[in-house]
């Protein structure tokens, strides 16, 4: 079956502009996750979803980082007035369930933001 | 703050020899280890897990040792070859929702043939 899909797969701005980085979970898992990668680091939690609330959101670096969740399956990562340190591969994962002992998340290929 | 600390951040090895990456934990709430393998320009994918009620899962060539006293556990892959050269990521999930995942900065690991 189809995996997870994120778009765009490379996105490249201005400085000060804003951006919306998707996320397409895969089919029936109820939580979703929000990851950054910088280059050469590792995986920098940012927001989980379950089903369309997000219980966690400490991982958002600043206020101008945002997501959504809409219908319980297809996020949307918003990042306003980008700078230049907010390059980055976002990564985007989904498990079928997030209580639990067992938590396999399946990422996606990411987005890879550079902010000019 | 960094929660899951791991070493090293490269290893080159010889094909046919052992790869060993090392993490430590610290908050004890943790009750799920997850390695996962991230090849340049895909996502991580998972690659063998364990509960700390256990202190060695084998799966093929890829074998998890965890020392739960130590708050320490390790990936070793034997016989190591060319494909296995990949980022290796460790994680730890915190217990009771399991689903906050903090990851380890990741070991670049080259195999060379």
């Known amino acids: 079956g189809a995996g997870v899909s994120q778009s765009p797969s490379n996105k490249v701005t201005e400085k000060g502009k804003d951006v919306e980085l998707r996320c397409d979970p895969i089919s029936g898992h109820t939580a979703l996750y929000w990851y950054r990668q910088s280059l050469g680091q590792g995986l920098e939690f940012l927001i989980y979803?379950?089903?369309?609330?997000?219980?966690?959101k400490s991982g958002l670096p600043s206020d101008r980082f945002s997501a959504e969740r809409t219908g319980g399956s297809v996020s949307t990562l918003t990042i306003q007035r980008t700078q230049q340190e907010d390059s980055a591969v976002y990564l985007c994962a989904s498990s079928l369930l997030a209580g639990g002992p067992v938590n396999e998340q399946f990422f996606g290929p990411g987005t890879r933001l550079t902010v000019l | 703050q960094q929660q899951v600390k791991q070493s090293p951040q490269s290893l080159i090895v010889q094909k046919g020899g052992i790869s060993i990456i090392n993490c430590a934990y610290e908050n004890t709430a943790f009750d799920y280890f997850p390695w996962y393998q991230q090849f340049p320009g895909k996502g991580p994918a998972l690659l063998i897990a364990i509960r700390p009620d256990v202190s060695e899962k084998k799966e093929g060539r890829f074998t998890i040792s965890f020392n739960k006293s130590a708050k320490q556990f390790s990936l070793h892959i034997m016989d190591s070859q060319p494909g296995d050269s990949a980022t290796y990521f460790c994680a730890a999930v915190s217990g009771g929702g399991g689903f906050k995942t903090i990851f380890g900065a990741g070991t670049r690991l080259f195999v060379k043939a």
């Open positions: 979803f379950q089903g369309n609330s997000a219980p966690d």
